[in-house]
């Protein structure tokens, strides 16, 4: 491999990287070995101990939080700060979807670089990388420069609750941040970085209608009943968003008849009818995605003014949840940060990078920070596998020491201007 395109700065970077590698890979493996699956309170600031043992040692002022106002473990929280440079964000979490009660609790691997192991991509993997950049970072003498933040969040799979409190730590750094990078695993791909991503929001349709023996429906006093009307509305919601690029928007479950009850949870329920009954009750719960906040707005408009056209005597009222992640808007900003990272990628010897399709990239923490930074990439982290929340969930741990490369010399040019 050439690195004719690096200076010596860079090249100190790329040698401290080799350098720990083999003890990166190592914490790795031990951090996937300790479960902390989201409600695993324990586990999780295990974890977060782990990772702020390592953080201590390169001179990061260091804190793990409580999270108890919003009913999770907390987040980790790891600062710098330099003299000179745009001010980096730098995004993790600690939980993964594996609980204790997983029979997915420990690594194997399954060749010489393929691991497998319950959150060894989404997102321990990632983290590492995040700690092997600094290091690598402090090796060449660079990271006293540079103003940093590490936020690793101990609810990404599992949000806590009220979210602005969950999420609070992280949208006051974006808020003093100028870039953020996220280190989840993308869509698993080496050759692709996320620069937009779709945020999530839930929807609730709950429509009435008056109930009538079924002789009488279509009728001017009884009207067609809650059934025909949630079929209206869901019919209209597909004609006229459904060809909205990137814009998804599912009805998850669906019940209705003379009455019905609603599980807790939000899950689904129970409904009782006759056929020979109009309709009194349906109740839809579903999901809305999209690319952008411009998108998520309009498509909240429609599908406001269709429910407002009901038929004869029937009601309907669509809400959406104040919670959900926000999507990670596609701005110029992030499009030229990729741009910079795909020319340290080529210079270092690692070939292009492109961006991700926003349809293969759901929901996560950096989303939280669109509204506020000038520039913001995710997909950082271990890639290379595949399974991600599943027990087949695994990761190329060649994929680490090339990602830690790339972020510590595309840190260090943004800081010196090198670009």
């Known amino acids: 491999m050439s690195f004719s395109q690096t ?26 070995n300790m479960n902390s699956g989201t409600m695993n309170f324990t586990g999780v600031k295990a974890v977060g101990n782990l990772f702020k043992g390592e953080l201590d040692k390169l001179g990061f002022e260091t804190h793990l939080t409580n999270g108890e106002s919003y009913g999770r473990a907390g987040h980790l929280i790891a600062t710098r700060k330099g003299g000179k440079g745009p001010k980096f964000l730098m995004i993790g979490h600690l939980d993964t979807v594996f609980e204790l009660d997983s029979p ?13 192991g319950p959150g060894v991509a989404d997102m321990k993997g990632g983290d590492v990388i995040i700690i092997l950049a600094m290091q690598a970072l402090q090796k060449a003498g660079l ?10 969040t101990g609810d990404e799979e599992k949000s806590g609750k ?19 990078l996220g280190f989840e695993n993308g869509d698993n791909n080496p050759k692709t970085i996320v620069v937009s991503r779709r945020g999530s929001t839930d929807w609730k ?17 009884v009207g067609t009943g809650s059934i025909y009307e949630t079929s209206r ?28 009850s609603e599980n807790e949870d939000g899950t689904g329920g129970q409904a009782l009818g006759k056929t020979n009954v109009v309709s009194q009750e349906t109740m839809v719960r579903g999901d809305l995605r ?38 990670l808007t596609l701005t110029e900003g992030n499009t030229k940060l990729l741009g910079y990272f795909n020319t340290v990628s080529k210079d270092l010897g690692f070939g292009s990078v492109t961006a ?35 027990i087949d969930e695994t990761g190329n741990l060649n994929t680490v020491a090339v990602q830690a490369k790339i972020t510590a010399v595309l840190m260090y040019r943004l800081v010196n201007s090198k670009l």
């Open 104 to 116: 997915f609790q420990e690594y194997t691997m399954l060749n010489d670089s393929i691991i497998k």
């Open 143 to 152: 990271l006293d420069d540079m103003s940093i933040e590490i936020i690793m």
């Open 205 to 221: 349709l709950r429509v009435t209608g008056n109930p009538a023996h079924s002789s009488q429906v279509f009728t001017e006093t």
């Open 356 to 390: 991700v399709n926003p349809r293969n990239a759901g929901a996560a923490d950096i989303s939280f920070t669109s509204e506020y930074v000038d520039m913001a990439i995710d997909g950082l982290g271990l890639t290379g596998g595949g399974g991600d929340h599943t």
């Open 290 to 327: 999209a690319v952008s906040l411009e998108q998520l707005k309009k498509a909240k408009e429609t599908m406001q003014k269709i429910v407002a056209e009901s038929y004869p005597k029937t009601k309907a009222e669509l809400t959406f949840s104040s919670g959900g992640y926000p999507p």
């Open 7 to 32: 200076n010596k700065d860079e090249k100190k970077i790329i040698n401290a990287v080799d350098a720990n590698i083999n003890k990166a890979i190592g914490l790795i493996k031990e951090s996937v």
């Open 233 to 260: 509305i869901l019919n209209a919601f597909y004609l006229q968003l459904a060809n909205e690029k990137d814009l998804t928007f599912n009805p998850g479950f669906i019940i209705g008849g003379t009455s019905l």
């Open 162 to 180: 009220p979210l602005e409190l969950s999420k609070k730590d992280l949208i006051d750094a974006a808020k003093r941040a100028d870039i953020a």
